[in-house]
């Protein structure tokens, strides 16, 4: 076992070049590889050029181990990715038969006719092994020269994904190439701004600090990543010094040390209490219903959500009167509450959340600006309310903090039972 | 002016680096670049590292006219790269005193106490020109260095929007670096497979095609870009020919030519013929509603909506009859379009739209499997259908296609209006 793999990314494609398309499929490798212990040391991005490919590819594994390549590997003409490694390493492609019929078989299975281009899906450089590809018709490959390793995945994520873990992983694994991982802890925030967190951290983000922190900052969301320096006793237990300091002076931010998405942070609160949700929505039009539905088995907790955008369906849906919104406005703490309340009535659960707000670009008034959000929750009964005054900025800013706000004051109030 | 201006990003972040955040600046700065006639070289990703900022800054401005390096200016001791891009040039940081009073003045508008780590925002490499930040705290800046630029952009993509379009797009013109855009063309298509999409195509794709034609697969949704080779009136009047072939070849599938966003597409349509709309959505859970609100002024024809997740919701929301769930199943053309026309008939909506499906991991049957939606539409009381079998995937991929598909029906009854 040699802890010194080190990798190399390359994305493939004009679309992320030109930024018709962001590479998220870098994130998703350097995300997998460090946790298996090789460090990442670039991420590059190159067009659908076969030189350009090639002139990458060569630097890449002039500095790195093991290289892979994301993209260029469809059934169309500008997928050149396969003819960019040949060129890289001097090789020919050629068709393989075996991956032929299985191109056949895949295409024949779903009773979708197979098109002609498909079969330069079956073209590999010579030498390369095949690497099947069960999400899609796109076979990876690896090639190995001199000591590197060169790996193509298919670029769309959910087959990389598949690639990486089925094939790829058994074979850095049975090559000895994964090294230890250096040991991390990450703490998930919400609702504290960068720089009272970095005042609050204060010399723990030292460049020099042991372990080393750093932080970044999304929807309202602040991520804590604490890293140790290295795999020795003493790194790992400055490390976990540090975590219990952490966990002590950020306990009322801290929402999650396992995840980004609060959804799972509030579901799992839900399913452990067995308490059943609901949300009235005005301004964020299903988006945090949207969230907390990505949770799969969610159905256990969850039944009727409601996306009450004009005073005409506060009224009806959730039986918000209109006294209320005459002389309050829609945008009220009143309303927030009568929204929850109303919720929680007509779908019996035992917390409902509700959210108004003023998400723009049109609509804000020097009293109540865009960005002016009243959020309301209601459990066994028992109701809350809070406003929050969102820096004027873009209305999916605006909306997606606002999901998540409501989210999190959710996971709040399930967490204290309050 | 220089048509030969061209651009290199350097993205700086750990988060980066270890996945977990995506680069989402250099992606829009890229469509900007290529919007004003700069080519973007390459992308390449570094941590917060002061001698890796530097050797990619380096590497970047020997091949480039202008070096764009996006993130790390933040308040946090992790945040180099002002002492990266001044240790590539030789150049000493100073602290600026006009920009340090900006920086109070800032903090005291908000009544925000103004932390002391903030001050590091207020320092630049000796010759830095600064631009001022409207949207937060990092002022950025420009170093002009042997006839390159290198910019420094604060990383929250809103600050670096904001930074790029009101400083750094106004100083490239002064400069004389904005060049003659190549002139290209997209379409936006749904429903239509890679591979089928790819054979339709057929020489179009050719890599010596003129125009140049390139695509990507995201959500269901395809994307087409035509590019010309050159400005020459040649190459001009053959994508205008293509333009042409292309409307006519794809009508069926084409639903924008103008952005990838399904909800702009839709919304316009509904804007145009006055048309009202209502959704009710099953395993969706609120997505499709979350994605038509992102359209401003939506609540001219939105006005309320339906999360009908469990079975008993469908019946008290919606009035979908008992003995329909029973027969049928949740999941059935008949129980789609009973929820499009109870949503229809509550919410006083012209055009309903209705998703119910098995978007997974469990809950699928050999009948039923997951990946298996069917959606209904209601317009004026005439109802339609229609069965999709997403391939089994993840539960998010499933969802998010499915509403997609949704507002695409939408769209077509709205247009044919049928």
Redesign the interface.
């Known amino acids: 076992m040699s802890a010194s793999v080190r990798a190399a990314l390359i994305a493939v494609?004009?679309?992320?070049?030109?930024?018709?398309?962001?590479?998220?499929n870098?994130?998703?490798?350097?995300?997998?590889?460090?946790a298996l212990g090789i460090a990442?040391l670039?991420?590059?991005?190159?067009g659908?050029d076969e030189p350009d490919i090639a002139a990458a590819v060569l630097r890449a594994s002039a500095r790195a181990e093991l290289v892979l390549v994301g993209g260029g590997l469809?059934?169309?003409?500008?997928d050149?990715t396969r003819h960019g490694i040949a060129a890289a390493f001097g090789r020919e492609l050629h068709e393989d038969a075996q991956a032929l019929a299985a191109l056949r078989a895949w295409f024949e299975l779903?009773r979708?006719p197979?098109?002609?281009?498909?079969r330069r899906q079956a073209l590999f450089p010579v030498g390369a092994r095949i690497l099947p590809n069960r999400?899609g018709?796109a076979p990876a490959f690896l090639l190995e020269h001199e000591g590197r390793a060169v790996a193509a995945l298919p670029?769309?994520p959910?087959e990389l994904r598949v690639v990486w873990a089925e094939e790829l992983v058994p074979w850095l694994r049975a090559r000895g190439w994964l090294g230890a991982p250096i040991d991390e802890r990450?703490f998930f925030l919400f609702g504290i701004?960068?720089?009272?967190?970095?005042?609050r951290?204060g010399a723990w983000?030292?460049?020099e600090?042991e372990p080393?922190?750093?932080?970044?900052?999304?929807d309202g969301t602040l991520?804590a990543?604490l890293r140790a320096r290295a795999n020795s006793p003493e790194s790992l237990a400055a490390l976990e010094r540090r975590v219990a300091e952490f966990r002590a002076r950020f306990s009322a931010e801290v929402y999650s040390e396992h995840e980004w998405d609060m959804e799972h942070a509030l579901a799992r609160e839900l399913f452990a209490r067995n308490v059943t949700i609901s949300?009235a929505?005005s301004?964020?039009?299903?988006?945090?219903?949207?969230l907390?539905?990505?949770v799969?088995?969610?159905?256990r907790v969850?039944?009727?959500?409601?996306?009450?955008?004009?005073d005409?369906?506060k009224r009806?849906?959730l039986g918000v009167p209109s006294e209320l919104l005459r002389a309050h406005g829609a945008v009220s703490r009143e309303v927030a509450e009568a929204m929850a309340l109303g919720a929680a009535r007509?779908?019996g659960a035992e917390l409902a959340l509700a959210i108004t707000g003023i998400a723009?670009?049109?609509g804000g008034t020097s009293e109540r600006p865009v960005g002016l959000v009243w959020f309301a929750s209601a459990l066994r009964g028992r109701v809350q309310s809070v406003e929050r005054r969102f820096p004027p900025?873009?209305?999916?800013?605006i909306?997606r903090w606002a999901a998540r706000m409501a989210l999190f004051l959710g996971w709040k109030r399930v967490c204290t039972a309050d």
Do not use: H, K, W
């Open positions: 494609g004009d679309e992320l070049l030109s930024g018709s398309q962001s590479d998220t870098s994130s998703y490798l350097a995300r997998e590889l460090e990442v670039s991420i590059e991005i190159v659908d469809g059934p169309t003409l500008d050149v779903r979708v197979m098109s002609d281009t498909n999400a018709t670029g769309p959910r990450r701004p960068e720089s009272t967190f970095a005042e951290a983000m030292a460049r600090a080393r922190m750093g932080c970044t900052v999304r991520t990543v949300l929505e301004c964020t039009g299903g988006l945090a219903q949207g907390l539905t990505r799969p088995g969610i159905s969850f039944t009727q959500g409601f996306v009450t955008y004009a005409e369906a009806s849906a007509v779908s723009g670009p049109d900025s873009d209305r999916d800013s909306r």
